[in-house]
């Protein structure tokens, strides 16, 4: 089950994310990520946060339209994105796509990023998406569909990532060790329509850029 969880940083409407929101399973709005769901059009499946970010007429419509509300104090040791997730998890999800996660506060955005680890922990394949990008965390193995000439981005959140294998790509690595604080892995280009990332030891954020 595929949940498509909206929150309230930059999301442009992509043709991708147009797909991924057509398609999605479930659709949560994540406090004020319920106001781009608003502007497309859409009424999520349910609706998540301290709602400090909504417009109050619009948690009103979701209160008429019965959309299921899940409400928090302002005071709470979780992030909104992060208590949606929780959701996801116990909603038995298979694949979680987070958009409006990139943008605005950078603390918040790369908060976003490492919650990729939670989601690791729960065996949920999930990704961070925009207009742009899409960034995943990688552990053992990644494939990865693209467009020759898309860039694919590395950086490693362990002290070290070790046995890193790339195929698909301008600058193959063989059996490579990246450290963290370093950026070797940066700005590799698509050579097919398929990349592949391994890795035995260590974790890698996977960045990939979009040329369309």
């Not at 498509?4 to 999301?11: F, I």
Request: aromatic letters at 6%; glycine letters at 8%; one cysteine or more.
């Amino acid at each position: 089950m595929h949940w498509v969880l909206l929150a309230n940083g930059h999301c442009q409407l992509a043709p991708r994310i147009q797909n991924l929101l057509s398609t999605a399973d479930r659709l949560v709005a994540v406090d004020g990520g319920g106001s781009h769901l608003l502007a497309m059009g859409l009424t999520p499946h349910l609706a998540v946060g301290d709602m400090d970010s909504i417009p109050s007429e619009l948690l009103e419509l979701y209160r008429r339209q019965g959309v299921p509300l899940h409400l928090h104090p302002p005071q709470k040791d979780a992030t909104d994105l992060e208590l949606a997730l929780h959701l996801a998890f116990a909603g038995q999800a298979t694949r979680i796509t987070l958009l409006g996660a990139t943008g605005g506060r950078l603390d918040h955005t790369l908060g976003n990023l490492f919650l990729l680890s939670l989601c690791q922990a729960h065996s949920v394949p999930t990704c961070i998406m925009d207009a742009a990008q899409s960034v995943y965390l990688a552990d053992s193995f990644l494939e990865l569909q693209g467009t020759v000439g898309d860039t694919l981005s590395l950086m490693p959140v362990t002290p070290q990532a070790a046995g890193v294998t790339l195929s698909g790509l301008e600058y193959p690595l063989q059996n490579a060790t990246l450290h963290f604080g370093t950026t070797w892995g940066m700005s590799n280009v698509f050579t097919s329509s398929t990349a592949t990332v391994r890795l035995e030891t260590g974790r890698l954020l996977v960045f990939h850029l979009h040329r369309d």
